[in-house]
């Protein structure tokens, strides 16, 4: 078992967050919205007789779906490497690891806020929610950070001291950078072209 990083846009016009949080049936359903929106149809649900909440969340899958057939491939996904990306973006993650990080590198990772109690993700993790006005934010953050002046501070020992979650083996840091700097340049163009659709940003780790 483990947590992975998932990143969906939903429009900011649309009230999608707002109804999750109004509507506990169709917010326990939520973190399933990046499925559905890539197959908004009854065979994508979970097995077994749907639930109301579920059907009321594909219906707002389709109308989402309809108006903005994009929103399939408007999404990005880090695996567990989110906590790597999070070390690299952030110092305050990486010389104050228990302090609080109110930085725009913690937001664009783990989402700026949670949307409600009962809105979770299958493994109990709150579901989070970035504001469009901030991930215009997060991409002008992006857009001028420079990844490889920050590869020194991408060492085992590092992460192991400031334990990052998932940290690689030894022998496994090259090949994992490797892999982020891959999966950064993705995050990157996520967060850029949400920007200028002037989306949010449904944050799924689970």
């Given at each position: 078992m483990g947590f992975d990083a998932l990143y969906q846009a939903i429009p900011g016009d649309f009230p999608l967050v707002e109804l999750a949080r109004r509507d506990r049936g169709m917010g326990?359903?939520?973190?399933?919205?990046p499925w559905l929106l890539q197959d908004p149809r009854v065979e994508s649900l979970a097995p077994g007789e749907p639930e109301p909440g579920e059907l009321r969340l594909l219906e707002l899958s389709k109308e989402l779906s309809r108006a903005r057939p994009d929103l399939a491939t408007r999404?990005?996904?880090l695996h567990r490497r989110w906590d790597h990306l999070h070390f690299v973006l952030s110092a305050r993650r990486r010389e104050a690891p228990d302090a609080e990080d109110g930085s725009l590198a913690r937001?664009?990772?783990?989402g700026e806020t949670e949307i409600a109690p009962h809105v979770v993700a299958g493994q109990g993790v709150p579901l989070r929610f970035t504001r469009p006005e901030t991930v215009k934010d997060i991409a002008r953050m992006l857009d001028a950070l420079h990844l490889e002046p920050l590869r020194t501070h991408f060492t085992f020992e590092r992460l192991t001291q400031a334990h990052v979650y998932k940290c690689p083996s030894e022998d496994a840091v090259e090949a994992d950078w490797e892999w982020l700097r891959e999966h950064f340049e993705q995050f990157r163009a996520f967060h850029a072209t949400a920007a200028a659709h002037g989306d949010g940003?449904?944050?799924?780790i689970d």
């Open positions: 326990e359903w939520l973190s399933s919205l999404q990005v996904l937001i664009a990772i783990r940003v449904l944050v799924r």
